[in-house]
């Protein structure tokens, strides 16, 4: 049965925390949790996640869970795993939720070495595109023309040079055995998804889109809509790999506005009719490669 | 079940634990001093479709008797529950001071 | 039973006897042999740990994190450079009370690149938090692997065991090894609240702001220093069982009645012994006190052991740049502490592993004897 609004687990597990208004991010560990349960075992590194929610006295993680040294997510999760399994702990699983950061920068060694040793954990990459926490700085995963603290925009350059990095397929060359792509806009995709990688043994990477307000220089109130349009417009896709192929999930009859899509957002308005018509170039080509080579 | 204010916010030299671990879930502190701006449900108009508490990022969105009820311990006001309404059942309302 | 083994070998078979749930290590000259053997170890079912291959320094010690806090004895191993890529994770180990035990083979740090022993990698990490032992022979190594456990999870310190890397670790000794039953009746099992449990769960590793954090760093402090008194139940109850007695966090050598005594670390001390017998037959009385333990650092038990003399010296493989050795450096805390007025002198040697031969042991007590520069480089003459 997949997972709705109506039968999803009514308990709370992430509350009371300190994220910003309108934090993609927190919305993103509040449901996956939601989906796990109580026995879910939480790892985020350092980063905006860890930062909000585990302030002594002020803890508000309803389940167990733990900050991780920012490299040390997966690393850490291979030990709770294994840790439990010496204490012959069953009901469990051990999820991991780190940002892009903490994810395909300083995190992507340990990660790389958790699933080549296959460990039964779930590690979710919650992208809000830069370094949030620290004040938004350039990350692997801000994507190409993103304005930054430290990807300035000037005369010589308009923000960040380089585009974001492919996490989901540089996991899936790993042959992983589930990894999959989401957008905290697209909600039921992601939870399903989170639910479906909670059945499969062995490790499982969720990327999900979650917006950031304060990094992405929009409105409090536009979270949802910004990460359903970056799908909509084909800045993202959902997608899945599996058994050694991918999948893609929603594959639109038309895409909607880039322009649209970036211009609501200040880290992008800046950006000249040449520079979006690169970002539009490179998606048509990214799209062009899925819709020949991956399973729909 | 879910993290919950508690009586005792703040501890002694000898209460503060001698490691990093506390109980799961300890709040002291509120978040509706963030707030500028209040959600207000129409009961009327609520359907207790739910997408308000699916898209909440905060979770301060629990369904009674089928309709939507918000903790405005911990609401910040970011609207995003305005915005996913369909049937317009949420208003945003200034905060009194 | 009775074997011959290396230092490493000697403490892999320690470390078997401890039984800890998770091993994770990566591999790095000259520790590599610990790790080799224990997974061979684990291969054959002598030791029913699961051994996690983990992809960097980093990730040994913070998956030994892991499974310390969800509640289960966890063992790691490294060097040099290893340690020092590992070092964000000592902090974090101590500060989360994570009682995890290490074994460094004690290796010089890069650059230049040397694979040879000194003991730069570990008294730089002297702050980290964590206990330092040195062991001197193969028997303490194993013995201390044993013991460390015991102290670590009474004192929920994590514990670092240094052995000189080459010299010890790759040195053939006859070795006692105590059988399991002893070894069970010795350490405990582990039990700790500290850890993620389902049935009473919780938020671990937080952060703690102006307001508390001082405080968990006194805490910490504290129950380092307890550790004195937990070294001392536990080599107490070693002795019992094993009938191997240990003398807490020095070790002395004819200092009741010396006039001159030289401070040392770990598997030279054997050297400086017969060198110090040389000279007491030549009618100079000299002693040797070995550091055991660097933290807790022995500032009682030093001052004791050397309120007599009429001067003392450090023999370390170790400086730190600018100022002087750093076991120098305490040591003059402890004397200075004491007000004791005796004079003292560094020798630093044994960098990058240039061998301490008996006739330069033989200078440096002269030089404690006839005084020296306050800071000697063996091997230099600068003056």
């Not at chain 1, 350059?157 to 996490?167: A, L, T, W």
């Not at chain 3, 470390?15 to 042999?33: C, F, G, V, W």
């Not at chain 3, 040099?80 to 000592?90: D, R, W």
């Not at chain 3, 009741?256 to 050297?271: K, M, P, V």
Request: proline letters at 3%; one cysteine or more; a negative charge.
């Amino acid at each position: 049965m997949s997972v709705t609004a109506k039968n999803l687990c009514r308990d709370e597990f992430f509350y009371g925390h300190k994220a910003c208004a309108g934090c993609g991010g927190s919305l993103a560990v509040r449901n996956a949790l939601k989906v796990l349960g109580k026995n879910a075992v939480a790892v985020l590194p350092a980063g905006c996640m860890s930062a909000v929610g585990f302030n002594f006295p002020q803890l508000c993680f309803a389940n167990n869970a733990i900050i991780s040294t920012f490299a040390g997510t997966a690393s850490m999760l291979t030990g709770i795993e294994a840790g439990f399994r010496a204490r012959g702990i069953k009901d469990f699983t051990a999820v991991g939720f780190a940002g892009d950061g903490g994810t395909a920068d300083i995190g992507i060694q340990a990660l790389s070495g958790a699933i080549d040793r296959d460990d039964n954990i779930i590690y979710i990459c919650y992208d809000n595109e830069a370094y949030m926490n620290t004040g938004i700085q350039k990350s692997g995963l801000t994507p190409f023309g993103a304005k930054t603290t430290t990807t300035p925009t000037g005369k010589n350059i308009h923000g960040n040079i380089r585009p974001k990095k492919n996490m989901f397929e540089i996991v899936a060359a790993h042959d992983i055995p589930y990894a999959a792509t989401a957008t905290v806009g697209y909600m039921t995709d992601f939870l399903n998804k989170v639910e479906k990688a909670s059945k499969i043994k062995g490790t499982k990477y969720i990327h999900v889109i979650a917006p950031c307000p304060t990094g992405w220089g929009i409105p409090v109130s536009d979270t949802i809509d910004s990460a359903r349009e970056i799908v909509d417009c084909g800045l993202w896709y959902l997608a899945e790999y599996e058994n050694g192929k991918f999948t893609l999930n929603h594959d639109p009859k038309e895409f909607t506005s880039v322009s649209d899509y970036l211009k609501k957002q200040s880290r992008f308005r800046h950006l000249t009719d040449e520079d979006i018509q690169m970002i539009i170039q490179s998606r048509d080509a990214k799209w062009e490669k899925i819709r020949r080579d991956w399973r729909k | 079940m879910k993290p919950y204010l508690r009586e005792k916010t703040s501890f002694s030299f000898a209460e503060v634990p001698s490691d990093t671990s506390f109980e799961a879930g300890y709040l002291v502190s509120k978040n509706a001093g963030w707030r500028s701006i209040r959600p207000i449900i129409d009961m009327e108009k609520c359907v207790g479709c739910m997408q308000c508490y699916l898209y909440c990022p905060d979770g301060v969105i629990s369904i009674e008797n089928n309709k939507a009820v918000i903790d405005y311990d911990f609401c910040k006001g970011c609207g995003i529950c305005k915005k996913i309404c369909k049937p317009n059942a949420i208003e945003m309302e200034a905060e009194r001071k | 039973m009775k074997k011959f083994l290396s230092g490493d070998e000697a403490f892999a078979e320690g470390i078997r006897l401890a039984k800890p749930a998770i091993i994770s290590a990566y591999p790095i000259t000259p520790q590599t042999i610990v790790v080799e053997r224990l997974s061979e170890m684990v291969e054959s079912g002598s030791l029913a740990s699961e051994f996690i291959h983990v992809e960097s320094e980093h990730s040994a010690l913070s998956c030994a994190m892991g499974a310390s806090a969800a509640g289960v004895r966890a063992f790691t191993a490294t060097s040099s450079q290893g340690l020092l890529y590992m070092a964000e994770c000592l902090y974090y180990a101590s500060g989360g009370r994570f009682p995890i035990v290490m074994m460094n083979a004690n290796r010089s740090t890069a650059l230049p690149w040397n694979i040879y022993g000194d003991q730069r990698d570990s008294i730089s990490q002297l702050d980290s938090g964590w206990i330092q032992a040195y062991a001197e022979n193969a028997q303490e190594s194993l013995d201390l692997a044993l013991m460390s456990y015991y102290i670590a999870e009474k004192t929920a310190t994590p514990f670092m065991v240094n052995l000189d890397g080459f010299i010890l670790t790759h040195t053939y000794e006859e070795v006692n090894i105590p059988d399991e039953e002893q070894a069970d009746k010795f350490l405990p099992k582990f039990e700790t609240d500290n850890k993620l449990d389902l049935e009473n769960s919780k938020n671990m590793a937080f952060s703690a702001g102006p307001d508390y954090n001082y405080i968990f760093k006194f805490k910490e402090h504290q129950e380092m220093l307890n550790a004195v008194s937990v070294i001392a139940e536990s080599e107490k109850k070693f002795a019992e069982i094993f009938g191997r007695k240990y003398s807490g966090l020095t070790e002395n050598y004819k200092t009741e009645d010396a006039e001159f005594i030289l401070i040392t670390i770990g598997s030279i001390t054997g050297l400086c012994r017969e060198t110090a017998d040389k000279l007491r037959a030549e009618g100079k009385k000299v002693g040797v006190v070995r550091l055991r333990y660097l933290r807790p650092f022995p500032t009682a038990e030093l001052v004791e052991s050397v309120k007599n003399a009429k001067a003392v010296g450090v023999l370390e493989k170790d400086i730190s740049f600018g100022s002087e050795g750093t076991v120098f450096t305490n040591v003059n805390s402890a004397l200075h502490g004491a007000e004791l007025q005796v004079p003292s002198y560094n020798f630093i040697g044994g960098l990058g592993g240039r061998n301490i031969s008996r006739s330069d042991i033989e200078n440096i007590f002269s030089e404690i004897e006839n005084g020296a520069e306050r800071v000697n480089f063996i091997g230099i003459e600068v003056k």
